[in-house]
T-cell receptor
Framework: GAVVSQHPSRVICKSGTSVKIECRSL??????MFWYRQFPKQSLMLMAT?????????EQGVEKDKFLINHASLTLSTLTVTSAHPEDSSFYIC???????????FGQGTRLTVV | GQNIDQPTEMTATEGAIVQINCTYQ??????LFWYQQHAGEAPTFLSY??LDGLEEKGRFSSFLSRSKGYSYLLLKELQMKDSASYLC??????????WGAGTKLIIKP
């Protein structure tokens, strides 16, 4: 099946710094990728939809200037958490699908800890 | 608004059968998915239903009734490794996945 690779799997950063998370579709082209956030014992929360060649679409309540999304190619989307704060510590997951009714393919997830 | 409901937590015994229910109310329907998620890991795909009826895949089966907005995931011959969260998700008219909160399944020996 299709493979989505997410990197890094874990990152610890200091407050005020920025962290970039990469999401790659390895064997298919993804015009759309999705970024999720998941707090402990809670379900996935869609943050934004990343569109290749255009601006991302952010869900209500998600700060676009804080969570910068770039989808410069059909196989790569990046999420940059800017000026990170401890409350940004969470599990971030990307996904992509082949379009239409097919399943979503997930990256491995990134555990971000801001200290 | 769009809503997906599933029980928060269930407990079952190793070797037994458990059924996890999911009800949904969404704007449009383009399929229902079940995913398994172990703590700290990304979800993994289990099943997909778009037509009414039962889909069987090994120890796991998933059922869908579109008229009732209802699905269940049936797990047979439970193993300790089946302890995980099970997420129900529906693709709406825009093919966007709407997620349930997940059901934490605890398997006891």
């Amino acid at each position: 099946g299709a493979v989505v690779s997410q990197h890094p799997s874990r990152v610890i950063c200091k407050s005020g710094t920025s962290v970039k998370i990469e999401c790659r579709s390895l064997d298919f082209q993804a015009t759309t990728m999705f970024w999720y956030r998941q707090f402990p014992k809670q379900s996935l929360m869609l943050m934004a939809t990343s569109n290749e060649g255009s601006k991302a679409t952010y869900e209500q309540g998600v700060e676009k200037d804080k969570f910068l999304i770039n989808h410069a190619s059909l196989t790569l989307s990046t999420l940059t958490v800017t000026s990170a704060h401890p409350e940004d510590s969470s599990f971030y997951i990307c996904s992509a699908n082949l379009g239409g009714p097919t399943e979503a393919f997930f990256g491995q997830g990134t555990r971000l800890t801001v200290v | 608004g769009q809503n997906i409901d599933q029980p928060t937590e269930m407990t079952a015994t190793e070797g037994a059968i458990v059924q996890i229910n999911c009800t949904y109310q969404t704007s449009g329907f383009n399929g229902l998915f079940w995913y398994q998620q172990h703590a700290g890991e990304a979800p993994t795909f289990l099943s997909y239903n778009v037509l009414d009826g039962l889909e069987e895949k090994g120890r796991f089966s998933s059922f869908l009734s579109r008229s009732k907005g209802y699905s269940y995931l049936l797990l047979k011959e439970l193993q300790m490794k089946d302890s995980a969260s099970y997420l129900c998700a529906v693709k709406d008219s825009n093919y966007q996945l709407i997620w349930g909160a997940g059901t934490k399944l605890i398997i006891k020996p």
